[in-house]
Nanobody, 112 residues
């Protein structure tokens, strides 16, 4: 069955960096589009980035443009989200997505 397992979240100070990973299994990873979403407390889940099967990427959320980068390694069935210049408002649960499938999420907290 399809599984998406996120990792790499944690507590970081403003201005810091984190790299999230999403390990995928149960489907043909190399042939599909993958996305990262996030959901902050009290807010709707928002799509922040996507990447095509051949690595064409797009940052969707204006609030993270210039700071976040999405990438993938098809040999490892893994998609990444590199987050630099983190801000308090980036605090959220970050989710990996493929089609109708979601991971369990990984918490990112940006705080002094």
């Amino acid at each position: 069955q399809v599984q998406l397992v996120e990792s790499g979240g944690g507590l970081v100070q403003p201005g810091g960096s984190l790299t999230l990973s999403c390990a995928a299994s149960g489907f043909s990873f190399s042939g599909v589009l993958m996305s990262w979403y996030r959901q902050a407390p009290g807010k709707a889940r928002e799509r922040i980035a996507l990447i095509t099967s051949v690595g064409g990427s797009r940052i969707i959320a204006d609030s993270v443009k210039g700071r976040f980068t999405i990438s993938r390694d098809n040999a490892k069935n893994t998609v990444y989200l590199q987050m630099n210049g983190l801000k308090v408002e980036d605090t959220a649960v970050y989710y990996c997505n493929y089609d109708l499938y979601w991971g369990q999420g990984t918490q990112v907290t940006v705080s002094l």
